[in-house]
């Protein structure tokens, strides 16, 4: 038996998710269904978390056993060659039977991205939501700041979350902007993407904590009531979820110990 840890990245508009649902079509029952046909063997697939409905992902690690003999440099191509156009593996490998690709994981990180521009681009439409409107960046950037550290992230959870703690560590919060698609002599804003890198998110987290910025953005609230906000551990006290076709998982990490050479 082998455990292969692969990536996969995903075009996530007409899919319920990640992971499998009653309703079915979702990338993990895809990725499924082109390893039965590639082995006919029936596994099950674990990844790295769960993205919900609309939401895509750049590098979304998953593993599974399999006693498939097929060379691991030979299966990307060969699933790529059974799954949609929108779903594609990006790399593979073969890792100790004990490694798990959601309880190895040390740090993720999610980008966000708003067209703040006045007319939304046609082709990235599907990635990005679209906020014409004047947006505040170095108070986004100020509000963003006091979420860093680790914390109970009870406001920032949905309500139907059933994790037994919502205490979470945000490493990393940053917002940048791309100005490079903005038309010379306009007032557009560009592209604003947001990054959240930590050790783990709630359900809708991400997106609760850009509809709340967004209206630190727009004067609604101050930079330092992203800090009330916090420490109040009440759903009700934050913003409203955001589109989540802005929401991309961009990368997962692991420690380099992570990966020695398996056992024969």
Partial sequence: MRNLLMTVCYDGTRYYGFQTQPGGNTVQDHLEAAIRQLTRETIKIHGSGRTDAGVHAREQPFHFITSSKIPVERW??????????????TGAREVALDFHSRRSAKRKTYRYSINGNPIPDVFWRNYQIHHPGKLNIPAMREGLAHLIGTHDYTSFASRHSTKASHVRTIYEAKLEVDTSPVY?????????????????????????IIGTLLEVGEGKRRPEDMKTILEARDRKAAGPTAESKGLMLWKVEYDSGEFPPPSD
Avoid at 187 to 204: A, D, K, P
Wanted: aromatic share 6%.
């Fill in 76 to 89: 990307p191509l060969a699933l790529n060659g059974r799954l949609p156009a929108d779903i594609r593996v």
């Fill in 184 to 208: 010379s002599g306009t007032r557009e804003q560009g592209i604003i993407h947001v990054y959240l890198t930590g050790s783990g998110f709630l359900q809708h987290m991400v997106r609760i």
